[in-house]
């Protein structure tokens, strides 16, 4: 019966081993030590041998010469571990035995010596998959198993293993093998089986294995079925669904030309050979990410999984374009390749990807740019005589009616008989204002009668008692007020800047003179002028006179209601 390479070439020993050095050095010094676990977890990616080196372990504790770090190989209990049939080897797929029950069983077993040989060795493969319970019921007999046994845990996921598990093995984390171990075990491979495979093959069936030596070994033996003796490239890349570096740089002179309509023929001959459209933009990534690093190291590199000849193609290609037009490339390609997962209309997207992809390599970096105006001397001097662009300025809004201060004025003229003049002086800048280009229904103010600050503030005082606003009516009274062009200017001192409200004031200049008044408000230090009459209430200097004033105030006695049980703290008078 045929057995397929990946089990014909499965090493035996650790001097077979690949890639795995870290692995290799610590166990044969253990077993050569005799320093030996009761337990190992060995993880990794798929295919890194981590199935053939527990197998390797069971050989070199039972060997007929061991413990051994090199086996015979010849005697029975070798060639029983090598062919799966030994008795005191037990191997156990936890994918399908991961139950408390198996557990069990498995614990009951232990408890015999081995039929034959030095150690009793058990081999779970894929021991991320055993359930929570049954890993309980295993943890007591795996912190003390008897002398002749050794589990060793196989797992691909070792995050999925509990702590209380991994703290009592030690722990071997498996590498994935490099490009150039896998190509030269292939080499060794087809040496022995008479089969002709040049370097350019080889690195392709490696790029399929992406590390793994199990998944290098299986398409081998998949390019041998479909090529005979002699492996072909082209043959194998039909086969395997790859896409040669020629194709894919279709992609990137279509990128160089800028040309949409070279990305839409791509996208069809695609279309009409039946290729994935999902495996062409994963390969496309692989392929800008290739260039991207070529473009960085400037040099074939092993971070490139190719064979030199396709390195030397790619720093061409990666020469012809910048590092960040590169970067650019992957990142669109990625989303891209993401989109697709969950597409259904797959040609639509892949389309459009590579349109963003033309339109992307057209951007002008803004490094460039401003390089380019400070280089360009017409360029950068018409900048600076340009004026900068600002938003247009709304028009303020002027009074339509006289202001407060003309409205005063013109109560107290009107009260003064005056002489008829002649003809009709000039007026100051306020006049104008307030009088809108002419007065029929008030006399001119004369020049000498000039409005009365203290008139004015006593009647927004008012409205602002009238309306409920006391206390912007208190930051008025201690505030300076004095008009600018037809403005109402407020200076008040820093003590009331925030009890004064200049919403509180237009609402205040609207009661009082029946239209809106412009208002400024600055904090500074007003001139000690106080309201004359009864309109500035007394202030109270005792203490139980602050007390009856606050107790007196609506909205102390609608909180005293919602809050029976408050109390009333020390009260201070703001104007001491």
């Not at 662009?389 to 006289?402: H, Q």
């Not at 009088?435 to 006593?458: C, F, I, K, Q, Y």
Request: charged residues 25%; glycine residues 6%; aromatic residues 4%.
């Amino acid at each position: 019966m045929y057995q397929v390479i990946a089990r014909k070439y499965r090493p035996t020993g650790f001097s077979e081993l690949i890639g795995q050095e870290h692995v290799r050095t610590t166990l044969e010094n253990a077993i050569r030590q005799g320093r030996i676990a009761h337990g190992y977890i060995l993880s990794g990616h798929r295919g890194t041998g981590k199935t053939t080196v527990a197998r390797i372990i069971a050989r070199c504790l039972n060997c007929v010469n061991g413990p051994t770090p090199e086996p015979c190989g010849v005697c029975p209990s070798c060639r029983e571990i090598t062919a799966g049939g030994s008795v005191d080897v037990l191997e156990i797929d936890a994918a399908s035995n991961r139950g408390i029950n198996e557990m069990r069983e498995l614990r009951d077993n232990i408890r015999y010596r081995p039929a034959r040989d030095r150690h009793k060795v058990f081999i779970i493969d894929e021991a991320h998959q055993i359930t929570s319970e049954a890993f309980n019921a295993l943890l007591k007999t795996l912190e003390e198993p008897p002398e002749w046994v050794v589990f060793i845990l196989c797992t691909t996921e070792a995050h999925k293993i509990p702590v209380t598990i991994a703290s009592r093995c030690q722990q071997f984390n498996f590498r994935s093998v490099r490009f150039d171990e896998l190509v030269a075990r292939m080499r060794w491979i087809c040496e022995q089986e008479g089969i002709q495979a040049d370097q350019e093959v080889l690195a392709i069936i490696a790029q399929v294995g992406e590390g793994s030596v199990r998944d290098s070994l299986s398409a081998l033996d998949q390019a041998i079925a479909c090529c005979g003796a002699t492996l072909n490239s082209d043959q194998l890349r039909g086969l395997l669904g790859l896409f040669s570096l020629e194709s894919l740089n279709r992609v990137g002179d279509a990128l160089l030309a800028g040309s949409s309509q070279r990305m839409f023929e791509i996208v069809q001959e695609l279309e009409q050979s039946g290729r994935s459209l999902q495996h062409f933009c994963r390969e496309l990534a692989r392929y800008f990410r290739n260039l991207l690093v070529a473009k960085i190291a400037g040099a074939p590199t092993g971070l490139i999984s190719a064979s030199p000849s396709e390195q030397e193609k790619l720093l061409a290609t990666a020469a012809r374009f910048t590092e960040p037009d590169l970067t650019r490339y992957l990142n669109l390609t990625l989303e891209l390749f993401k989109d697709l997962q969950t597409s259904l209309q797959p040609r639509l997207h892949v389309e459009l990807g590579l349109l963003r992809l033309v339109h992307s390599s057209k951007l002008t970096g803004i490094e460039q740019a401003l390089s380019a105006l400070q280089n360009d001397p017409a360029l950068s001097q018409s900048v600076k005589q340009s004026p900068p662009a600002s938003r247009p300025e709304s028009p303020r809004a002027v009074p339509s009616g006289p202001s407060p201060f003309a409205l005063d004025s013109a109560r107290k003229s009107a009260t003064i008989p005056q002489a008829k003049p002649t003809a009709e002086p000039p007026r100051s800048c306020l006049q104008e204002v307030v009088m809108g280009g002419a007065a029929p229904a008030l006399a001119p103010v004369p020049e000498s009668d000039s409005p009365d600050p203290s008139s004015v503030r006593t009647r927004l005082s008012n409205s602002l008692q009238e309306l409920g606003l006391r206390y912007t009516a208190d930051a008025l009274d201690h505030s300076e007020v004095s008009d600018n062009a037809g403005e109402l200017v407020f200076v008040i001192p820093k003590s009331f800047a925030l009890a004064m409200s200049e919403s509180d004031l237009r609402k205040a200049a609207q009661h009082a003179f029946g239209r809106p008044v412009r208002i400024k408000i600055t904090v500074g230090s007003p001139a000690a002028t106080a309201l004359p009459g009864p309109s500035k209430p007394k202030v109270a200097t005792s203490e139980q006179q602050l007390l009856d004033r606050v107790l007196s105030d609506a909205a102390v006695q609608k909180f005293r209601e919602a809050f029976p049980d408050a109390r009333i703290g020390p009260i201070r008078n703001l104007e001491d």
